[in-house]
């Protein structure tokens, strides 16, 4: 179920077309897929971000919780009732404090992998 992220959109297409039996059996798969995804999370969470968690402010911190949802800047900004300037500020001081170079697509990559990292 680690790959469930990849397979939701499927399973909610199938859903909308399934007989009784299969939409059964799929809703329960997606909220198994969905449970496992929030227990995978809250480990990986226990288990890295307290390391990486200790350089960063607690403003940051919510922050990185956020782009590890994959939130977009617009989302994060509506979250925390900020600017989505503001955001961009905290990002990249947060990249820098953790030393993440790259394009924009690169550095969101490396943060994500290093909050999953086992």
Known sequence: MENYEYLEELLQ????????AEHVFLTKVTELGKN???????LRKTHMFPKIAAELTEQEQRIIELLAER???????????????????YINRIYAKLQISG????????????????
């Open 13 to 20: 297409r199938e859903i909308q077309t399934a007989d009784a």
């Open 36 to 42: 496992c995804q929030k227990r995978y999370g809250a």
């Open 71 to 89: 939130l977009s800047n617009r989302e994060i900004a509506e979250k925390l009732f900020l600017s989505e300037g503001t955001i961009k500020q």
């Open 103 to 118: 394009d924009v697509r690169t550095k969101r990559r490396q943060l994500i992998e290093l909050l999953t990292a086992e």
